[in-house]
């Protein structure tokens, strides 16, 4: 990759979240119709480089780990397009664009979310580099990413954040996220996400075709309002440290989600056999060992194990034992909460 020619170039590293309260259905532009909250990941990140050449046409190349990926261009076409008048360079320069992802696609990882929120922070920079204007503020940079991808709004910053408009918390926006206006208890500062790898195919149906079905769903104004309860009391769990309640929330709003799908027209199931057969190892563990230790699933067959670090021994045992086995390949990948979105210095 050459990207030392340019004299505007920008490298961002930006992680991947995982909503507990879900993001399932959106209005205009990707506002959602209800609150979410998530956490940023630590080890699931993208990493974009974005270098600028002078041009009288503007357009863009796209490069995923070196190779050039047109089944990405029309997403990155359209949030390019939506951005420009916030972005001017877009109409001014070539983008060539570098990323590469330390997970493999469709694993279960938001790719959309790191990738987008990655981008848009190279994009706020350059701009900040070739217009001289002032840096763009970080929610402006949730705004933007959110224009991308949904989700990416709350890939911006670290640890727990929340996203869509609730009337109790005045300052949450439908067009932003802001980290959780809490103090988090320390249980839930370290918390661990075992992704639990079911299949690595490429799902049936996107996020996207699945939020517009919420669109005439039956079940859409008992969803927000369930949304919107289960991100306050939340809220006060992650305060509290009450593990119970949280993972009450975090296992109702993973099998909603799927019952939102399963009851949609057309209908679809993302759950595969092998998802039920752990849910149901993780639900005998639970009750037999008495640990801290529960799953959400995002759109698709692959589970997200969560627990506390100070478990993270006894889990692991039992995790080799019962559930590797049931994963595909053995796979599981760990990850942890993280530190948030890293501008990169350029190499010399
Ligand atoms: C199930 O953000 O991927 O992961 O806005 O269309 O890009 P678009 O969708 P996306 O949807 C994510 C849905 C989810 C839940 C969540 O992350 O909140």
């Known amino acids: 990759m050459n990207t030392t020619s340019s004299a505007y170039t920008s490298t961002w590293q930006s992680p991947s979240n995982l909503a507990i309260v879900k993001y399932w259905g959106k209005k205009e532009l990707q506002q959602p119709i209800n609150p979410s909250v998530s956490f940023s990941l630590s080890k699931a990140v993208t990493t974009t480089t974005v270098s600028l050449t002078p041009t009288k046409s503007s357009?863009?190349?796209?490069?995923?780990?070196n190779e050039e990926k047109p089944a990405f261009r029309p997403k990155i076409q359209k949030f390019l397009d939506r951005i420009r008048s916030r972005i001017p360079l877009i109409d001014q320069f070539h983008l060539n664009i570098y990323s590469s992802n330390t997970f493999p696609h469709s694993s279960g990882i938001a790719s959309s979310a790191s990738a987008m929120s990655a981008l848009a922070f190279c994009l706020a920079d350059l701009q900040q580099q070739v217009a001289g204007e002032k840096n763009l503020s970080i929610q402006e940079v949730s705004y933007l990413s959110r224009i991308g991808s949904g989700s990416a709004a709350r890939s911006v910053y670290g640890g727990w954040n929340l996203w869509g408009h609730l009337p109790e918390i005045p300052e949450s926006s439908d067009f932003h996220a802001i980290p959780l206006p809490i103090k988090i208890h320390p249980l839930f500062k370290t918390l661990q996400d075992d992704i639990l790898i079911v299949s690595d195919q490429r799902k049936k149906v996107s996020s996207t075709a699945g939020h517009a079905l919420?669109?005439?769903h039956p079940f859409r104004n008992g969803r927000i309002k369930q949304a919107h309860n289960n991100t306050l009391l939340l809220l006060k769990h992650l305060e509290n440290g009450n593990w119970e309640g949280f993972s009450t929330i975090a296992e109702n709003e993973a099998m909603?989600?799927?019952g939102l799908m399963m009851?949609?027209?057309?209908?679809?199931?993302?759950m595969l056999p092998a998802t039920l057969s752990l849910i149901n190892e993780i639900k005998e563990f639970q009750q037999n060992s008495g640990l801290p230790v529960t799953f959400t699933l995002d759109a698709g067959p692959n589970i997200h194990l969560l627990y506390p670090q100070n478990v993270k021994k006894e889990i692991v045992k039992w995790e080799n034992q019962k559930l590797k086995p049931l994963c595909e390949k053995g796979t599981i990948i760990h990850?942890?909460?993280?530190?948030g979105p890293q501008k990169i210095s350029q190499q010399k």
């Open 59 to 65: 357009g863009f190349s796209f490069y995923l780990n």
């Open 214 to 216: 919420m669109h005439d």
């Open 256 to 258: 909603s989600l799927h």
């Open 263 to 270: 009851s949609s027209h057309p209908s679809f199931t993302l």
């Open 335 to 339: 990850d942890h909460i993280g530190d």
